[in-house]
């Protein structure tokens, strides 16, 4: 016996046609609204594009003369060039480093105290009224950031370390925890580099502190090479009388048992004349370190480093939005366009009150 499938109801293929009759004109009410938005958008652009071409004399006109404008204000105004040194800080001097720079920047561009620029950094009053800012940035390395965070995280406890990761050290950083900062000078004239930089060198490190620190870091220097030649020497003569050992008992009769014995450090008491390996490899290590504090006298002899000096000419360092040339032209389009848009407007309301 077969049992006969449930057939659709009427009523249901009544609200089938009218749900896809709705479907259908809401696609078509959201296809007119987009064909409309796109018709507005097309018509405005035909209207500034008639806009223009009506008016195509005036907007011509304006650009011309701004550009000329222009074009002869640059050529009769002075060019701003810029030029960068960068030193790296010792003795946690970066601080007083941007302090100091600040102190410039405020004397030259703010101030205009060109009297005390010219005496602070030794030149004529009208070199100093070239000098247009001073500014420094440190000078970011990836590489000195990850070292510094290596060593911040063996440091932290296994809490510390959860929270503390790569980006959110990265972001705690201030411009004063790098060693090596970027210091530029923005000047009318290009070759006044050189006559500031060693005066400048100096003022920007100028601090009393700081200076005690060196001299007192150098004579610690100092002392450790003096002590360590005095080991060098040491161990130079033990060389010799290990020496002069060794040819006395090779020249006596080999007996057991027989010769003289030398002792060092840990040998053991069996043994008889100790390995001259170790007394160069003592040696060896003396004169390493001796190497390194001849370094550290380098590096530490001054409160700043200047790892790049100014070069003997600056550049240009003017942008496209500094040169009036460019600059005006983009100002008179502007104004014209807003003068016609007033009179344009002032119009159509004038129609509409008649109306």
Same mark, same amino acid.
């Given at each position: 016996?077969?049992?006969?499938?449930?057939?659709?109801?009427?009523?249901?293929?009544?609200?089938?046609?009218?749900?896809?009759?709705?479907?259908?004109?809401?696609?078509?009410?959201?296809?007119?609204?987009?064909?409309?938005?796109?018709?507005?958008?097309?018509?405005?652009?035909?209207?500034?594009?008639?806009?223009?071409?009506?008016?195509?004399?005036? *907007?011509?006109?304006?650009?011309?003369?701004?550009?000329?404008?222009?074009?002869? $204000?640059?050529?009769?105004? %002075?060019?701003?060039?810029?030029?960068?040194?960068?030193?790296?800080?010792?003795?946690?001097?970066?601080?007083?480093?941007?302090?100091?720079?600040?102190?410039?920047?405020?004397?030259?561009?703010?101030?205009?105290?060109?009297?005390?620029?010219?005496?602070?950094?030794?030149?004529? #009053? #009208?070199?100093?009224?070239?000098?247009?800012?001073?500014?420094?940035?440190?000078?970011?390395?990836?590489?000195?950031?990850?070292?510094?965070?290596?060593?911040?995280?063996?440091?932290?406890?296994?809490?510390?370390?959860?929270? $503390?990761?790569?980006?959110?050290?990265?972001?705690?950083?201030?411009?004063?925890?790098?060693?090596?900062?970027?210091?530029?000078?923005?000047?009318? +004239?290009?070759?006044?580099?050189?006559?500031?930089?060693?005066?400048?060198?100096?003022?920007?490190?100028? +601090?009393?502190?700081?200076?005690?620190?060196?001299?007192?870091?150098?004579?610690? /220097?100092?002392?450790?090479?003096?002590?360590?030649?005095?080991?060098?020497?040491?161990?130079?003569?033990?060389?010799?009388? *290990? /020496?002069?050992?060794?040819?006395?008992?090779?020249?006596?009769?080999?007996?057991?048992?027989?010769?003289?014995?030398?002792?060092?450090?840990?040998?053991?008491?069996?043994?008889?004349?100790?390995?001259?390996?170790?007394?160069?490899?003592?040696?060896? %290590?003396?004169?390493?370190?001796?190497? $390194?504090? +001849?370094?550290?006298?380098?590096?530490?002899?001054?409160?700043?480093?200047?790892?790049?000096?100014?070069?003997? +000419?600056?550049?240009?360092?003017?942008?496209?939005?500094?040169?009036?040339?460019?600059?005006?032209?983009?100002? /008179?389009?502007?104004?014209?366009?807003?003068?016609? $848009?007033?009179?344009?407007?002032?119009?159509?309301?004038?129609?509409?009150?008649?109306?």
């Amino acid at each position: 016996m077969s049992k006969e499938l449930p057939q659709p109801q009427q009523s249901e293929e009544v609200d089938l046609g009218q749900l896809f009759k709705l479907i259908g004109n809401a696609f078509d009410r959201l296809f007119k609204v987009i064909g409309g938005v796109f018709t507005k958008i097309f018509g405005l652009f035909i209207g500034v594009l008639s806009h223009f071409f009506k008016r195509k004399i005036w *907007y011509a006109s304006v650009v011309i003369i701004g550009f000329a404008v222009g074009f002869f $204000m640059d050529s009769t105004s %002075d060019k701003t060039y810029g030029a960068n040194m960068f030193i790296e800080t010792n003795f946690n001097s970066a601080r007083q480093v941007y302090e100091n720079i600040q102190e410039f920047h405020q004397l030259a561009k703010k101030d205009k105290d060109f009297v005390e620029l010219s005496k602070r950094l030794n030149i004529t #009053e #009208e070199e100093a009224k070239t000098l247009k800012g001073f500014y420094i940035q440190p000078d970011a390395d990836e590489n000195f950031i990850v070292e510094k965070y290596s060593g911040f995280y063996k440091k932290l406890d296994s809490i510390s370390r959860l929270e $503390m990761d790569y980006e959110r050290f990265k972001q705690s950083l201030s411009s004063y925890d790098f060693r090596i900062h970027k210091i530029g000078v923005a000047t009318t +004239n290009k070759k006044i580099y050189k006559s500031i930089e060693e005066a400048f060198v100096k003022e920007i490190s100028r +601090n009393t502190y700081l200076e005690e620190i060196v001299e007192v870091n150098l004579e610690n /220097l100092n002392k450790k090479d003096d002590a360590l030649l005095v080991q060098i020497q040491k161990t130079d003569s033990l060389v010799k009388e *290990y /020496l002069s050992i060794r040819i006395n008992e090779s020249e006596k009769e080999d007996l057991t048992g027989s010769g003289t014995n030398l002792y060092m450090g840990n040998a053991e008491s069996g043994s008889l004349i100790m390995d001259e390996s170790v007394i160069i490899e003592k040696r060896l %290590d003396l004169e390493a370190q001796r190497r $390194m504090i +001849n370094k550290d006298k380098v590096e530490q002899k001054n409160v700043i480093n200047v790892i790049a000096n100014f070069p003997t +000419n600056g550049y240009d360092i003017s942008k496209w939005s500094d040169k009036k040339k460019f600059l005006i032209p983009i100002i /008179l389009f502007v104004l014209t366009f807003s003068v016609f $848009m007033i009179v344009g407007l002032g119009q159509y309301l004038e129609n509409k009150g008649k109306n």
